[in-house]
């Protein structure tokens, strides 16, 4: 069980779809503004083109976000 404190954005399968990511979080909020949490759930990379992409951004983030 994962405790995650709240303000907190739940995201499902991104597919590799990073456009949607970036739009999303420009929704939503970046990780960094008013100490928003995210929790990933999975399916960061099949089917989409820019998979990659995807999983550079969100190691990005946890790695400047280690919380």
């Known amino acids: 069980m994962l405790i995650v404190s709240e303000p907190v954005c ?3 399968d ?3 779809q990073y456009n949607d990511l970036l739009n999303m979080m420009k929704k939503v909020g970046e990780p960094h503004a008013e ?7 999975g399916d960061y990379v099949d ?3 820019q998979g990659l992409e995807v999983c550079i951004l969100l190691f990005a983030l ?3 976000f280690p919380k």
């Open 47 to 49: 089917r989409g083109d």
């Open 10 to 12: 739940v995201v499902g």
């Open 62 to 64: 946890k790695i400047n």
């Open 35 to 41: 100490k928003l949490n995210y929790l990933f759930l």
């Open 14 to 16: 991104i597919h590799g």
